[in-house]
């Protein structure tokens, strides 16, 4: 199963509250890295109420997520998603 994931936030390892925005680098309760978590599924972030509707495909340029395959673009078929 594909799921589709954001770059602007990421997931630690606690059972709670483990979705931090990207600009966060360490979970204060776990201490999880930003670099060793993944990046936050798209679902769970937006069933928290956080706008990421756009995404910016470096090939063909702001598309939304309902025009991604996993994190590639479904427009152009490539390119890097920020």
């Known amino acids: 199963m594909i799921f589709k994931t954001t770059l602007q936030y ?3 390892e606690c059972e709670h509250d483990y979705i931090h925005p990207a600009n966060i680098a360490v979970c204060s ?3 999880c ?9 798209v679902t ?3 069933a ?8 910016t495909c470096a090939r ?3 598309i939304s997520y309902d025009q991604l ?7 152009c078929h490539g390119g890097i998603m920020q």
Do not use: H
């Not at 890295?33 to 599924?41: C, I």
């Open 10 to 12: 990421w997931d630690c």
């Open 69 to 75: 395959v996993g994190d590639t673009c479904n427009s």
């Open 60 to 62: 063909c340029g702001n």
């Open 29 to 31: 309760v776990c201490k």
């Open 33 to 41: 890295e930003r670099e060793d978590g993944p990046d936050a599924r």
């Open 48 to 55: 928290l109420g956080f706008d990421i509707s756009t995404v």
């Open 44 to 46: 769970k972030v937006q």
